[in-house]
Nanobody
Framework: QVQLVESGGGQVQAGGSLRVSCQVS????????MAWFRQIPGKEREGVAV????????HHADSVKGRFTISEDKAENTVSLQMNSLKPEDTAIYYC????????????????WGQGTQVTVSS
């Protein structure tokens, strides 16, 4: 069973940077795609960035393109999201997701989810 544990959230001022990471364990060789989603309480979960583990191909949502970068470290079994030029509207709980199939950011039915980590950006 794949397990995902996020770390690295916190509070930062607008314009600052944060890096969140997701430690993957159990069945990592079966994972085809990993992604970061975010959710503000009372709103729908939004796909932020995805990486396809075989090819390394990435895709970022328009709202974060040029500011956020998803990456993976195969040796450490981690996927990270580097967030620069943060804005107050980036404030949300950030979730790591993984799937054994090729999922997209528009799909909320990913197979495995982490518990989430809070990111707060103050103005």
């Amino acid at each position: 069973q794949v397990q995902l544990v996020e770390s690295g959230g916190g509070q930062v001022q607008a314009g600052g940077s944060l890096r969140v990471s997701c430690q993957v364990s159990g069945g990592t060789h079966t994972i085809a795609a990993m992604a970061w989603f975010r959710q503000i309480p009372g709103k729908e979960r939004e796909g932020v960035a995805v990486i396809y583990t075989g090819s390394g191909l990435t895709h970022h949502a328009d709202s974060v393109k040029g500011r956020f970068t998803i990456s993976e470290d195969k040796a450490e079994n981690t996927v990270s999201l580097q967030m620069n030029s943060l804005k107050p509207e980036d404030t949300a709980i950030y979730y790591c997701a993984a799937d054994q199939n090729f999922r997209s950011l528009g799909d909320n039915t990913w197979m495995f989810w982490g518990q989430g980590t809070q990111v707060t950006v103050s103005s």
